[in-house]
């Protein structure tokens, strides 16, 4: 009997696909998770690669056109990108500095951080990347501009203690996490058997409009530049936000980015 596959595929809008599907971490936090396929104006497909690149995965791609792109937007998110590339293996591959340490095994086409500011990758002025240089995670912002499209990534929250030379227990607390968040992630949970909720109350409603978010945001965002990339972000004009974890903002994007990045605004 065949396994019912936990994918979902949606055209969230003319022109930009996304692939949602159940994935934990910790290992018990359901984030969900999630890529996303753009069909650029010349026919060809951006691509930010997340997921795993099964083959219900990779035949959708396929039918929307010629993988010209694949891009990771932060050092989380790595694991499938080696078998993306080899997947399509014509596509520039586009990532931020410190993948090329974690995935060797690709040969990439530009990072963002490492090369020179104002770089272009090729998909530009389609689509714009912003590179967050004082985010924990080293994180791109992509705006879809004919789509009003914000679409961003990341991996996930870790809590873990270390226990050090100190006579006493020392708990260390290290956090990682999207630029924006909105669960419960109930689309990349609605064709499977688990649930989306979880009993973690911080994570389980963690989203732009809550305190909790703008408190994780602020731990994270540390770097100098975190004002301004925030601004930069803040002023594109955008109505829809696709995050790599949670349920996709349909409307209000960028209330929600100003609401979550509150405390950078001000």
Not at 48 to 61: H, M, N, Q
Not at 72 to 93: I, R, T
Request: glycine share 10%; proline share 7%.
């Amino acid at each position: 009997m065949a396994t019912q596959s936990d994918l979902v595929i949606r055209e969230v809008t003319p022109g930009i696909w996304t692939f949602s599907r159940p994935f934990l971490r910790a290992p018990f936090i359901p984030f969900g998770g999630r890529s996303t396929a753009v069909k650029l104006q010349d026919g060809s497909v951006w691509l930010l690669a997340s997921t795993k690149p099964d083959g219900e995965t990779l035949a959708k791609i396929q039918e929307i056109g010629p993988v010209k792109y694949i891009v990771a937007p932060d050092v989380g998110h790595w694991l499938n990108l080696q078998k993306f590339s080899e997947a399509f293996p014509k596509a520039k591959v586009i990532g931020v500095e410190g993948l090329e340490a974690k995935v060797p095994g690709v040969k990439f086409a530009g990072l963002y951080g490492k090369d020179p500011a104002g770089t272009l990758y090729g998909y530009e002025p389609e689509i714009i990347g912003h590179y967050f240089s004082g985010f924990e995670n080293k994180d791109v912002a992509f705006l879809h501009a004919p789509s009003k499209t914000l679409i961003q990534g990341e991996s996930s929250i870790f809590v873990y203690k270390v226990f050090g030379n100190d006579p006493y227990f020392a708990f260390r607390y290290h956090y990682t996490a999207d630029l924006l968040f909105n669960l419960p992630a109930t689309e990349q949970y609605s064709k499977s058997k688990d649930s989306a909720k979880t009993w973690v109350p911080f994570i389980g409603g963690l989203s732009p409009w809550k305190g909790p978010h703008k408190f994780l945001l602020k731990q994270l965002g540390t770097g100098p530049s975190m004002k301004a990339d925030a601004k930069i972000v803040a002023d594109w004009d955008f109505d829809r936000v696709i995050p790599c974890h949670g349920d996709v903002i349909e409307k209000r994007g960028n209330e929600a980015w100003k609401a979550a990045y509150t405390n950078f605004l001000k």
